[in-house]
């Protein structure tokens, strides 16, 4: 559980950093292009960090496929969990301007674009870890059988 804590709040981390880079020292305009940079800055801090994982808690080159995926869900639990709650006490704090980038908080009330924005990023982080889990698995027992 240790592995998982430490890998999930090191890609919530991450997405804390650039929150409070690019919301609160250099604002970026919703229709900025750097956003783009957010999606792929976060996939890549989840792939690194699941990959880490899986191989820590390979120390005794005894892990299989299915304690790789494991480990790989538990990270994606911790990096949802705490980043769903971060940008909840941001909410909190900030208000509605913090979800002035979203598309969907100008066609539903704000708490319908909220709640959708944790669903979001919740499933999401659930379902890319067990992707990515899955292949960073795969790979590691491939590469430790050749």
């Not at 990959?51 to 892990?63: E, F, H, M, Q």
């Not at 669903?119 to 491939?142: E, Q, R």
Request: one cysteine or more; aromatic letters at 14%; proline letters at 4%.
């Amino acid at each position: 559980m240790k592995i998982a804590i430490k890998y999930g709040l090191s890609i919530t981390f991450v997405v804390v950093l650039w929150v409070l880079v690019t919301h609160f020292l250099f604002p970026l305009a919703p229709d900025s292009k750097a956003n783009i940079l957010a999606p792929i800055l976060f996939n890549f801090a989840a792939i690194g960090a699941l990959y880490l994982g899986i191989k820590a808690s390979d120390v005794n080159r005894d892990l299989n496929f299915k304690q790789g995926i494991k480990t790989g869900m538990a990270i994606s639990l911790v990096y949802g969990i705490s980043s769903c709650l971060f940008f909840a006490i941001v909410f909190l704090f900030v208000g509605p301007k913090l979800m002035a980038n979203e598309p969907m908080a100008q066609d539903y009330p704000m708490w319908q674009a909220a709640m959708a924005a944790f669903a979001g990023m919740f499933f999401g982080a659930l379902i890319l870890g067990l992707v990515y889990s899955t292949v960073i698995s795969f790979m590691l027992l491939k590469a430790r059988k050749a």
